[in-house]
T-cell receptor, first 115, second 105 residues
């Protein structure tokens, strides 16, 4: 099966600019996650979708970050305006509906550098 | 305070050594995940545990729910095992900061 696809692979922007990341999960996977991983740290959950509904976005900085999954398949994560501390790898992951013990499948991530 | 603590943070081993990475957590969980992250960022799910022990090749994962502790063991370590190993709990909501393993030939 094809894996989780993310684009772009790398992005460099200046602070106060906007940026968007795209994720295409594994076909049929209902649950989709966006994570932020700052260098040297473990991933931090930003938002979790179940189909096109938001399950958890408690750690999403909503003043600048937004995410959507309109048709319950692809998802986009946007940052507007970006700050220096947003420099990180943004990971997308998905999982199927084989019960709560199904494994996560991660994309390769988008490495964002804010200058 | 982190809900998930891993030790050690960094580990260097000689090829062939037996390796243990530990994970302690403070929240109630239904399952714990061990993940492997290679340079370049790709993350692979290694194990999902709710009790006891699981084995896959040279990797063994154990969990003690009462003590809120899990261990990942690598037998006969190899340079290709060099990666960051991360434990995660509660439906991947809480992650440890990872253990960076380097296996020297």
């Amino acid at each position: 099966e094809a894996g989780v696809a993310q684009s772009p692979r790398y992005k460099i922007i200046e602070k106060r600019q906007s940026v968007a990341f795209w994720c295409n999960p594994i076909s049929g996977h209902a649950t989709l996650y966006w994570y932020q991983q700052i260098l040297g740290q473990g991933p931090k959950l930003l938002i979790q979708f179940q189909n096109n509904g938001v399950v958890d976005d408690s750690q999403l900085p909503k003043d600048r970050f937004s995410a959507e999954r309109l048709k319950g398949v692809d998802s986009t994560l946007k940052i507007q305006p970006a700050k220096l501390e947003d420099s990180a790898v943004y990971l997308c992951a998905s999982r199927g509906l084989q019960g709560r013990f199904s494994p996560l499948h991660f994309g390769n991530g988008t490495r964002l550098t804010v200058t | 305070k982190n809900e998930v603590e891993q030790s050690p943070q960094n580990l260097t081993a000689q090829e062939g050594e037996f390796i243990t990475i530990n994970c302690s957590y403070s929240v109630g969980i239904s399952a714990l995940h061990w993940l492997q992250q290679h340079p370049g960022g790709g993350i692979v799910s290694l194990f999902m545990l709710s009790s006891g022990k699981k084995k896959h090749g040279r990797l063994i994962a154990t969990i003690n729910i009462q003590e809120k502790h899990s261990s990942l063991h690598i037998t006969a370590s190899h340079p290709r095992d060099s990666a960051v190993y991360i434990c995660a709990v509660r439906n991947q909501f809480y992650f440890g900061t990872g253990t960076s393993l380097t296996v020297i030939p």
